[in-house]
């Protein structure tokens, strides 16, 4: 069997790049051996445009916001289903200091930050400093994308559901070969498995941990995202997403007893309405230290190429940068050098001698 491109991984970036390169009409296969709790699947599908205390612009936020509501609207075309929907984010303000702040930004960022003025939100919330609103945010709709992304590869026979071995696997300098496959590139984007990739593991990763709630909450209006300290995101009925933690140190990916009952008693100080907690994940985010994503070929392995490192903003970083490796990929045209992971060229060279 003979293909353009082998994708290692099938989440965020894995779905967008095998999209973009069946758009092209490129010859690909993707393995993934589909497990239940990645990054991807337990990921709030929130797309915000402002972050940190200081409230500033996410990076390239400008380019970001307006290219993910386009791809995630044309996948979900493709896919028969809506899968992005433009919202708000009302910022619940902890303290009189974070109001002072967010009231001093209203003037320097008027593109995304706003008064909010129309719901007593004291009805449903206890709050004490003012509510600010963030706004467009977007809010992807991630598992049913990844799963009927995933039926759409099988019928097309685009989709190898194994895990991947390195023992089968032999790179050449214009090829690599997959048991009986034949491949022009392998593009890993395998999240946070590839730490231990040989041929990227030098790399600056910076793996952190993230659990998050799944509770029933009768009556609150799915319409916005809510936030104070913990973000309460719309999921499904009258479900709502509840998180996120970030833990660098960590044991294992198992949920733990402590953010379930750290989030129970946020909420129930918060939270006028009655909640029933349905469900607790977690999983590993494939972050780094640059916050920057890892994009392109290896300096000096040809044949292979990487779309990782998305951290906690995979949602606006995959489609773009799946694109631009595909441009780059198709056409030769070049990524953005902040994110193509040959400024990492020296660490790159010396790790497989």
Not at 36 to 52: E, H, L, M, Q, R
Not at 265 to 281: A, M, R, S, T
Not at 322 to 340: M, N, R, S
């Amino acid at each position: 069997m003979t293909i353009d491109y082998l994708i290692i991984g099938r989440g965020l970036t894995g779905t967008f790049l095998s999209y973009y390169l069946l758009r092209a009409g490129k010859k690909i296969l993707v393995i993934d051996d589909d497990k239940p709790c990645t990054a991807s699947k337990v990921a709030s599908g929130v797309i915000n445009p402002v972050t940190g205390r200081r409230i500033v612009r996410t990076w390239r936020i400008e380019e970001l916001l307006p290219f993910a509501f386009v791809a995630y609207k044309e996948l979900g075309n493709e896919l028969g289903i809506n899968l992005v929907k433009q919202c708000s984010v009302l910022d619940f303000h902890p303290s009189l200091q974070m109001s002072e702040a967010f009231e001093k930004r209203l003037d320097e960022e008027p593109e995304y930050l706003h008064k909010t003025t129309s719901v007593d939100w004291k009805q449903y919330f206890n709050h004490y400093y003012g509510v600010g609103e963030i706004s467009p945010c977007l809010l992807v709709d991630i598992n049913p994308m990844l799963n009927r992304w995933r039926d759409n590869l099988q019928l097309g026979h685009n989709l190898l559901n194994e895990n991947f071995s390195w023992d089968n696997c032999t790179v050449h300098d214009d090829h690599i070969t997959y048991k009986h496959i034949t491949a022009k590139k392998i593009i890993f984007c395998d999240g946070v498995t590839g730490v231990e990739n040989p041929y990227f593991k030098n790399l600056p990763y910076a793996p952190n941990k993230g659990e998050a709630i799944i509770a029933r909450i009768p009556g609150l209006s799915p319409d916005f995202i809510y936030k104070q300290g913990l973000s309460i995101v719309p999921w499904k009925d009258d479900l709502f997403w509840i998180g996120s933690s970030y833990e660098w140190n960590f044991t294992d990916v198992l949920p733990t007893a402590a953010f379930k009952e750290k989030v129970a008693q946020q909420l129930g100080y918060w939270l006028k309405n009655p909640f029933e907690i349905v469900d607790h994940l977690a999983s590993v985010r494939p972050a780094n230290m640059e916050r920057r994503p890892f994009v392109g070929l290896h300096p000096k392995y040809r044949a292979v190429g990487i779309l990782n490192g998305m951290g906690t903003k995979g949602c606006s970083l995959a489609p773009f940068f799946a694109k631009q490796l595909t441009d780059h990929l198709v056409e030769g045209k070049p990524i953005y050098a902040d994110a193509d992971v040959k400024r990492f060229e020296k660490t790159l060279a010396r790790e497989m001698n």
